[in-house]
């Protein structure tokens, strides 16, 4: 029993993690029906802005709670800077074509950001810099509940309600739910479209960058292509939800962790990543469209 | 005489909102009838009905004693009634041509093999193809222009060009949506004497929705007017244009 | 049905002649990039028939040429290597024997691809583009993890000692077939029926076309040629690793299709032929700087390409079309 509260705890907090990146997929994909290929990949670079950050500011050798929430905050500016650059220079200029160039267009993206991160970077892993020392707060028996689980469970819950506030109950948030359920419209009622798709990647690739920072801390094994396996299931915990819905995302991920980390617990974990692969050809095959999601349909 | 496509109770419903309610039609060969209403009516929701879009809430479609409710659209077609669109739908990037042509498909014999083969059979079927494409396309002008794109074709010549892909496919019934949309006078003129024209060579029996009265009331044996879903009024175009109920829900002064 | 005959023998009798001069006329390298060229040629035409001509997003293509190249690996290397031994080798009838086996080998390598084609493609082909995307792209994904993990054929380590049957004649001649089935596919009916999905899968099945049955037919043709290129390729180099089948394997051959026009089968050929040439034309840069450069270039490249020309090299029009307006123009002169 205590075995399974113990697998429940890492499993709601992998899931937090993985809300966090799937909400990015499924933002952008209720607003432009792009699968964003590149949104795992900032997830990555976060973590190298991290250490980049952390080195050249000097945290690094002294860590601090302080420290690590600047390195956040700097690593979520640049992402979202990133974000950004990417949909305008990128994106942008495609959204008239058919969708399979844009969806291309992100793969190639994606490939850039993980080789031209092995050639800057280097291919050989890197160690996030420790900024916070991993202690255990909580102890009921056998079960362990670091700082790190809680650090992860309550800034991902937090960033996850302040979404929640900024799309239902900010101008910008509305206007980025009218975009998502029709382009044209939207922007006849004076919507600047550009504008929302540009904060929809942003708010996405910042929430990303938080998840890259919280993987830094609690698994300081960093390397380039590390946002590819992670990206997937974050994605797939995105599809598992519904694709294009908030809510989705967050139960999907929650779902993804924990059966992952049930799996781990009770199989084995040579089929941990088997895992998200299963679960995507399940959902597509007996509901595509996810738990929350909504099939919309051809005016004809 | 038995109804060549009997419809009855035609209801279709999208979750509490009812878009077409109790509709029925005994449509009988070679008969030329119109379904006029304002937008909204229902009217393009009844043809997706009939054609497999949709599939009916309740009711019953039989064409020629066939039950359609549960047949998807290409076996529908393939039973014989084909349709055009209220938004045209044509093959833009592909030739005015190609787009007749393929209204044929379901006459070809031909398979896989005969394909990588490039056998006689083949070249038989495409042959006489071609040619009865070209015929078709001579109806209505357009077959000096039989290699451009359809989508550079002007709007009223893209109607047109997809009757003549929806006559390809030979049918008994023809569905047309709206077929004088965007036509000027001279133009719906010469369409209505082409459909009567059509009927007549091809022994159709037509439907069609339009909102040019002077189409309808020119060349329907018989009007259904509908309204939120309703059948208001049935009759003669005279007496649909006498009706105080449909003057009152929908015809205002007829177009100059 | 003469003038068929006579084009396949014309054909036939070239591409066996080359086949003892192309060899003798340049190095093992450049030979090794022709070979590549026409197994690349296989994998971009029928990737073209799907996704190019028909519409549709298969982005896992490289799972096909997997199962056919171990499909094909495997039946030649358990069966038609043991059955060949038993005859006395190095006389012409016994070359007869294995050039036939090796067609049969090939072709069942493909059958096996088609077959997970309609496995993978009956249930998902009726969902919307994206959704269809995501699951190509996880059987591709599938299909690799399973070969690692099945140990007959080599798994991780992967497939030693298959026979070096593939030679400039037989990758070259299942090219031109492929490539010729291709062209007759798209001038008959049932290649405009494609051609309508891809337009207006609504229309098309207003005018009478099943579009689901067609796509599952243009999947599985797809995948049959992908898994004979498997094959070829799995014959040419004697050696099978999953590894060769990743999504990049996937991606190269979209890349070849979006680079030569969705649709267009000439594109596919001209640009299999750059896309092969390309990075080896890279190689040097990659000995000077000592990083892998070509990684990084060739999404730009393909960025470029979707920024600047989208439409890819051809568009939809085939090199045929390109040219006769120059040839009417020269009449008239």
Not at chain 2, 37 to 60: D, H, S, W
Not at chain 2, 214 to 219: A, E, P, R, S, T
Request: charged fraction near 15%.
């Amino acid at each position: 029993m205590e075995e399974f509260v113990q697998h429940l705890i890492n499993g709601i907090s992998l899931g937090s993690i993985y809300g966090l990146v799937a909400l990015g997929y499924t933002m952008v994909y209720g607003i432009l029906k792009l699968i964003n290929f590149a949104h795992g990949d900032v997830y990555m670079m976060s973590t190298f802005f991290g250490f980049y950050f952390a080195r050249w500011l000097g945290f690094a050798y002294t860590p601090s709670v302080i420290g690590a929430l600047i390195v956040l905050f700097l690593a979520m500016a640049a992402c979202a800077l990133l974000g950004f650059t990417i949909e305008r220079f990128a994106y942008r200029p495609l959204r008239k074509m058919p969708r399979l160039n844009l969806l291309i267009t992100a793969i190639g993206v994606s490939l850039l950001l993980e080789n031209g991160g092995q050639i800057l970077f280097g291919a050989e892993p890197k160690f996030f810099p420790e900024l916070i020392a991993r202690t255990e707060l909580f102890r009921f028996g056998n079960i362990s509940i670091s700082n790190f689980q809680v650090i992860i469970i309550v800034v991902s819950l937090s960033f996850m309600a302040l979404l929640q506030y900024i799309i239902f109950h900010t101008k910008q948030g509305k206007a980025m739910q009218a975009v998502s359920f029709h382009h044209e419209h939207a922007s006849l009622m004076g919507i600047n479209t550009d504008r929302i798709i540009s904060f929809t990647f942003v708010l996405g690739s910042a929430l990303a960058a938080a998840a890259g920072i919280l993987v830094g801390l609690a698994y300081p094994r960093i390397d380039p292509l590390m946002g590819v396996l992670f990206g997937l299931k974050a994605f797939v915990a995105a599809v598992l939800g519904g694709i294009g819905s908030i809510p989705g995302a967050i139960v999907g991920a929650l779902i993804m962790g924990l059966s992952e980390e049930m799996v781990v617990g009770y199989f084995s974990s040579t089929y941990r990543d088997a895992l998200a692969f299963f679960l995507l050809i399940v959902i597509l095959l007996v509901k595509p469209t996810g738990l929350f999601g909504k099939s919309t349909s051809e005016k004809v | 005489m038995k109804a060549l496509l009997d419809i009855t109770s035609l209801t279709m419903r999208f979750r509490g909102l009812v878009a077409v309610s109790n509709f029925n039609l005994a449509l009988k060969k070679n008969e030329l009838v119109g379904l006029i209403g304002p937008n909204g009516a229902g009217k393009t929701t009844i043809f997706n009905m009939l054609t497999g879009v949709y599939r009916p809430t309740e009711g019953q479609i039989h064409l020629n004693g066939h039950p359609l409710n549960d047949l998807k659209p290409h076996d529908i077609t393939r039973l014989g009634m084909a349709r055009t669109f209220q938004n045209i739908r044509l093959f833009k990037d592909l030739s005015v041509l190609d787009n007749v042509r393929l209204g044929h498909h379901i006459h070809f014999t031909y398979g896989l093999f005969s394909t990588a083969l490039q056998t006689q059979h083949l070249h038989q079927e495409e042959l006489e193809t071609q040619a009865h494409s070209l015929e078709l396309l001579k109806i209505f002008d357009l077959d000096t222009y039989q290699d451009l794109k359809a989508k550079n074709l002007p709007y009223g010549a893209q109607r047109k060009l997809e009757i003549l892909r929806a006559l390809a496919t030979k049918p008994k019934i023809l569905l047309l949506d709206e077929p004088a949309a965007g036509l000027n006078r001279k133009e719906t003129e010469e369409l209505m004497h082409t459909i009567q024209k059509l009927r007549k060579e091809f022994d159709l029996t037509i439907l069609l929705i339009e909102h040019d009265m002077k189409l309808v009331m020119g060349i329907c044996e018989r009007i259904l007017v509908l309204d939120h879903g309703e059948t208001i009024a049935q009759g003669t175009p005279k007496e649909i244009q006498s009706s105080p109920i449909v003057i009152k829900a929908y015809l205002g002064e007829p177009q100059a | 049905m003469t003038k068929q005959i006579l084009t396949f023998l014309i054909i036939s009798s070239l591409l066996f002649f080359g086949n003892f001069i192309v060899p003798a006329m340049m190095n093992p390298y450049l030979f090794m990039i022709l070979i590549y060229c026409g197994i690349n040629i296989i994998m971009g035409v029928s990737l073209n028939i799907i996704n190019g001509i028909t519409g549709q997003f298969s982005i896992g293509h490289a799972g096909f040429m997997a199962v056919g190249g171990y499909v094909s690996a495997a039946i030649s290397f358990y069966f038609l290597m043991p059955l060949l031994s038993l005859f006395p080798s190095d006389n012409t009838i016994s070359l007869l024997c294995q050039n036939t086996l090796f067609v049969f080998s090939i072709l069942l390598g493909g059958v096996g691809a088609a077959l997970f084609g309609y496995l993978v493609g009956l249930p998902s082909l009726h969902l919307r583009g994206d959704y269809l995307g995501i699951v190509t792209l996880g059987f591709g994904e599938i299909i690799r993890v399973i070969i690692l993990n099945l140990d007959f054929i080599g798994g991780a380590r992967g497939f030693t000692g298959i026979p070096a049957w593939s030679n400039f004649f037989w990758v070259y001649f299942f090219a031109v077939a492929v490539v010729m089935i291709s062209f007759r596919l798209l001038r008959s009916s049932h290649g405009r029926a494609l051609l309508s999905i891809r337009e207006d899968e609504i229309a098309a099945e207003s005018i009478g076309i099943p579009i689901t049955r067609y796509k599952v037919k243009a999947f599985v043709l797809s995948s049959f040629f992908a898994g004979i290129a498997g094959g070829l390729f799995a014959h040419f180099i004697g050696y099978l690793n999953p590894s060769s089948f990743t999504f990049i394997k996937s991606f190269e051959a979209i890349i070849i299709v979006v680079l030569g026009g969705m649709g267009s089968i000439s594109g596919a050929i001209v640009a299999a032929v750059i896309t092969t040439i390309l990075p080896e034309a890279l190689r040097p840069l990659q000995e000077i700087t000592k990083t892998d450069f070509r990684m990084v270039i060739y999404p730009l490249l393909l960025l470029t390409l979707m920024l600047t020309r989208p439409q890819g090299l051809f568009g939809h029009k085939e090199l045929s079309d390109i040219i006769s307006p120059f040839l009417k123009r020269k009449k008239s002169l």
